[in-house]
């Protein structure tokens, strides 16, 4: 059986979509769909399937919309809440995501309990998608040593959020300064991504 390049381009459309369904990234997800669907939209056309055309063109403007919202409008999705302890949800997650947490974070689990640690979830709206958490080093100098997003919102920009130009732990909380420090290689190129500088003794601030 031969294949016209028309039908080849359909096929591969739908691949894209199927395989956008596989991503556990929320954006991945989205920019995956909305090229396989603007592609399926475009398919549809070409054959006059204008039925096909107009549900892919809806679900392409859909992606669209969700994509500005999540990469754009970050400050209106998302939002910080300092959590009082102790905390059964706070426990829970850390229990949940801890083989994770582990390789990120070696050095935290040892102190998660610590007496003076601040919680704060990262929420998208009222869903929970991240934790935060440090300690007061001294009078407005806040430590930040955990920074743990789920798998399906780590393409969301929340770091920059947080802790780079967003400044938004900063700012709601009133530090005078955010440091991070580094608990591994991974989060050493994670705070590097996000904007923030070395500085000596592990620590890393955001400077911009």
Known sequence: ????????????????????????????????????????????????????????????????????????????????????RPSNYVDFFLEYHQGEIKHLFPRFMRS??????DYFFLTERTEVVGMLSGYLQEPGVFVVDFDFVIPAYRDCRLGHFTLGHGQELKKKFGFEQVVALADSVEHEQYLSKVGLSPKKNGRWTYDG
Do not use: D
């Not at 998660?112 to 640690?117: M, Q, T």
């Open 1 to 84: 059986m031969q294949f016209s390049a028309v039908e080849i381009f359909g096929y591969c459309a739908s691949a894209v979509i199927a395989y956008s369904l596989t991503r556990s990234s929320l954006v991945k997800l989205r920019w995956f769909n909305l090229f396989g669907a603007s592609s399926f939209c475009l398919y549809g056309i070409i054959i006059h399937a204008y039925p096909v055309a107009i549900l892919n063109g809806f679900i392409a403007l859909t992606n669209v919309f969700f994509l500005r919202r999540l990469l754009l409008h970050t400050e209106q999705q998302f939002s910080i809440l300092k959590v009082a």
């Open 112 to 117: 998660a309990a610590g007496e003076h640690r």
